[in-house]
């Protein structure tokens, strides 16, 4: 089953391994190198496999380490903590343009999302990252996020609620990544199926609600106001918070199988995408709250 994530798609987290595309089975000959085997970037024919990488099958893991050249050098936290924070950096400043700018403009700054939208879905399908799609796709969306936050924030009694979301956002991070480093909450092959099947019925929900709100008119299925729009809003952190967790056993894989520098852009765009998806239903659940 793949997700709807493009680092996962890319990657598998298949029916029959559970992890990001890395966990392949096992070659013969390869139990004294725990990364030999599963490892998809020490696989002959693999662009990126040098021939002194120490986790290539049948390499004697007592040799010296491999130089690497800057197109060949495995992706480090380093790398990824850098193309993350280049890519909500881009969020913050297209969301800041957005705030000052366009808040009287919903249609531009809707126009903005359904663009960023087409180019997170080219990014996905690609083979490749292409920083200059997930920095483009970075831009429009903080167009989008900042022009509907500055809106909901003069709304009556809705000031202050976008950094009430912004703070919430935050929180939801640095809690899911307490957790997933001491081990409380742990990727396993049935964790992912679950994920996956609560987003794809999460999704499938939202999109009966808004073709019930376009054709049927008022409050569609209730899924957004009230207290059914409530426990919706809360299901949708709790999954965002859930994506993370996915997102940083991708990182972690990439890391430990010696992926190639360029899945860090990846790693940064599967950020990204997930916490834009967490501060867009805290931003909604903040918003019914104090709504009522």
Same mark, same amino acid.
């Given at each position: 089953?793949?997700?709807?994530?493009?680092?996962?798609?890319?990657?598998?987290?298949?029916?029959?391994?559970?992890?990001?595309?890395?966990?392949?089975?096992?070659q013969?000959?390869?139990?004294?190198?725990?990364?030999a085997?599963?490892?998809?970037?020490?696989? +002959?024919?693999?662009p990126?496999?040098d021939?002194?990488?120490?986790y290539?099958?049948?390499q004697p893991?007592?040799?010296?380490?491999?130089?690497?050249?800057?197109?060949?050098?495995?992706?480090?936290?380093?790398?990824?903590?850098?193309?993350?924070?280049?890519?909500?950096g881009?969020?913050?400043a297209?969301?800041?343009?957005g *705030?000052?700018?366009?808040?009287?403009?919903?249609?531009?700054?809707?126009?903005?999302?359904?663009?960023?939208?087409?180019?997170?879905?080219?990014?996905?399908?690609?083979?490749?990252?292409?920083?200059? !799609?997930?920095?483009?796709?970075?831009?429009?969306?903080? !167009?989008?996020?900042?022009?509907?936050? &500055?809106?909901?924030?003069?709304l009556?009694?809705?000031?202050?609620?976008?950094?009430?979301?912004?703070? &919430?956002?935050?929180?939801?991070?640095?809690?899911?990544?307490?957790?997933?480093?001491?081990?409380?909450?742990?990727?396993?092959?049935?964790?992912?199926?679950?994920v996956?099947?609560?987003?794809? &019925?999460?999704v499938?929900?939202?999109?009966?609600n808004?073709?019930?709100?376009?054709?049927?008119?008022? $409050?569609?299925l209730?899924f957004?106001?009230?207290?059914?729009?409530i426990?919706? +809003?809360?299901?949708g952190?709790?999954?965002?918070?859930?994506?993370?967790?996915?997102?940083?056993?991708?990182? $972690?894989? +990439?890391?430990?199988? &010696?992926?190639?520098?360029? $899945?860090? *852009?990846?790693?940064?765009f +599967? !950020?990204?995408l997930?916490?834009? *998806?967490?501060?867009? $239903?805290? !931003?909604?659940?903040?918003?019914?709250?104090?709504?009522?």
């Amino acid at each position: 089953m793949r997700s709807s994530n493009p680092v996962f798609s890319r990657r598998g987290f298949s029916r029959d391994t559970g992890y990001a595309g890395f966990n392949a089975p096992p070659q013969a000959g390869a139990a004294a190198n725990p990364y030999a085997g599963a490892n998809p970037y020490a696989q +002959g024919g693999n662009p990126y496999a040098d021939p002194t990488n120490p986790y290539a099958q049948g390499q004697p893991a007592t040799q010296a380490p491999p130089h690497y050249t800057p197109q060949t050098r495995p992706m480090t936290m380093d790398d990824v903590v850098a193309r993350t924070g280049m890519t909500l950096g881009t969020v913050i400043a297209g969301a800041t343009v957005g *705030w000052i700018f366009l808040t009287g403009s919903l249609g531009f700054a809707i126009g903005a999302g359904l663009v960023a939208m087409v180019l997170a879905l080219v990014q996905s399908f690609k083979r490749k990252p292409s920083p200059a !799609l997930i920095l483009g796709y970075a831009a429009l969306e903080g !167009l989008f996020l900042g022009a509907l936050s &500055g809106y909901i924030n003069g709304l009556p009694n809705m000031n202050g609620a976008p950094m009430q979301a912004v703070l &919430g956002t935050m929180a939801v991070f640095v809690a899911m990544l307490v957790a997933y480093k001491t081990r409380i909450v742990r990727v396993t092959a049935r964790f992912t199926r679950f994920v996956l099947i609560a987003a794809m &019925g999460f999704v499938l929900l939202s999109l009966v609600n808004v073709l019930f709100m376009a054709f049927g008119g008022g $409050e569609g299925l209730g899924f957004r106001s009230g207290g059914l729009g409530i426990v919706f +809003g809360i299901v949708g952190v709790v999954l965002g918070a859930l994506f993370l967790a996915l997102d940083f056993k991708q990182v $972690e894989d +990439g890391i430990a199988y &010696g992926a190639p520098r360029e $899945e860090s *852009w990846l790693a940064a765009f +599967g !950020l990204t995408l997930t916490l834009v *998806w967490i501060y867009m $239903e805290m !931003l909604r659940l903040i918003s019914i709250l104090r709504g009522d």
